[in-house]
């Protein structure tokens, strides 16, 4: 086992993590600790080297600081990477290795999964850490996260849709979805519940199927992008929205549960002037960390997920109406937020 620290400017403790025997390379990223102990999940995916890995790592980590802050729970933000590798299948030794790695970090840093991760990876890490959350078993296991993210993604495209086309109902709306996955398919049935035309894109045959079988319309990946439609729900991958895709947008809003759909934060500027009203990623896909943070605390009472994610819809509400008041694109809005409540949690842990 091998640790190497990584000096950032930006976070607190980056690592590069290597096991020769199970073949694992992973990068932990605590991004900021003010507020708690890093949360956030253990991504597996096959990246174009370690540059673009500790890039995801690093973003997916401060977004998660963003997350917490503005959901109300007492953590900070953290990600794990696995760089996926065909010499090197994922087996239980490589998740019991990472579990390893995850307990040098006493807690600093607590795991959980995310894409390319199932709970049976998880519970090889928990054999080795106490330090992970979203297990299936367990007094106080939270399970898939996905049904909470895609209803608070859902809650808040209806706030989102009253202010932009004067009315909360998604009936006659035509929204495009990007990946129909664990969050994607969830979602498309409450879209489709809600009376909304449901024009979707995945590439995984039985992801399309389960979707035509709810109604959904399905276009090739890459048309999904460009489809006229009155809302754009990317649940994939990030870095979807970038300067040559907003080119080509034909919808009035984008709201989905892709973390960092923005590839560079100049984006939501140039979509406010354009008039398409972008809805924070980190702020609408909360409800997956809120479901975690519940089992993190050990908190027992199931309504107490319930009752944070809609605080975090309501606060939502606020953010877009203020935004819309200020002329100003609601992620401007949310980061000032973020960077109240990080400025206000450090003055309290630094008092005397
Ligand atoms: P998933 O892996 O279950 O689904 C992703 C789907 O997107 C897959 O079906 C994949 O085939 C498809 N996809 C990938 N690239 C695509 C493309 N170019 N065009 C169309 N489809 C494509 O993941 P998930 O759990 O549903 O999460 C989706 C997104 O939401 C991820 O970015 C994840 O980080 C984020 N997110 C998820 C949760 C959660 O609770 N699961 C919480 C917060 C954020």
Same mark, same amino acid.
């Given at each position: ?43 597996? %995916? ?10 995801? /790592? ?23 990477? @696995? ?49 992970? =959350? ?61 009376? =909304? ?12 199927? /389960? ?29 979807? @929205? ?14 989905? =549960? ?63 109406? %203020?935004? =819309? ?28």
């Amino acid at each position: 086992m091998h640790i190497e620290k990584i000096t950032t400017g930006t976070h607190e403790e980056v690592l590069f993590c290597t096991d020769e025997r199970s073949g694992l390379r992973a990068i932990i990223a605590v991004h900021d600790t003010t507020l708690g102990p890093a949360l956030g999940g253990c991504r597996y %995916w096959r990246y174009d080297g370690v540059e673009d890995a500790l890039a995801d /790592a690093m973003r997916l980590s401060a977004g998660m600081t963003a997350k917490a802050a503005l959901a109300g729970v007492p953590f900070g933000g953290g990600k794990a990477v @696995i760089m996926a590798d065909p010499q090197h299948e994922k087996t239980p030794a490589m998740m019991r290795a990472f579990g390893r790695f995850i307990e040098t970090l006493n807690g600093r840093y607590i795991t959980g999964e995310d894409v390319g991760v199932s709970p049976a990876d998880m519970a090889h890490v928990a054999e080795e850490t106490t330090h992970v =959350a979203g297990l299936t078993t367990g007094r106080f296991a939270s399970g898939d996260p996905s049904p909470i993210t895609a209803e608070g993604v859902f809650r808040c495209m209806k706030l989102a849709a009253a202010q932009v086309f004067g009315s909360d109902s998604l009936r006659g709306r035509i929204v495009a979805l990007q990946g129909l996955g664990h969050v994607g398919l969830s979602l498309a049935g409450k879209m489709r519940a809600d009376g =909304a035309q449901v024009v979707a894109a995945d590439m995984n045959p039985k992801a399309v199927d /389960a979707a035509r079988d709810l109604g959904v319309q399905i276009v090739a990946p890459d048309r999904i992008l460009t489809q006229e439609a009155d809302i754009l729900a990317p649940c994939a991958l990030g870095g979807v @929205i970038d300067h040559d895709s907003i080119a080509g947008l034909r919808v009035r809003m984008i709201c989905g =549960a892709a973390n960092n759909q923005l590839a560079t934060p100049d984006c939501a500027q140039e979509l406010h002037r354009r008039g398409i009203l972008y809805c924070p990623d980190y702020v609408v896909n909360a409800g997956g960390l809120i479901n975690i943070a519940r089992e993190a605390l050990q908190i027992g009472d199931a309504d107490w997920a319930s009752d944070k994610l809609e605080a975090a819809v309501a606060n939502f509400g606020e953010l877009i109406a %203020w935004a =819309a008041k200020d002329r100003r694109p609601p992620l401007e809005e949310a980061d000032a937020m973020v960077q109240k409540i990080l400025q206000d949690g450090w003055r309290q842990s630094h008092a005397m």
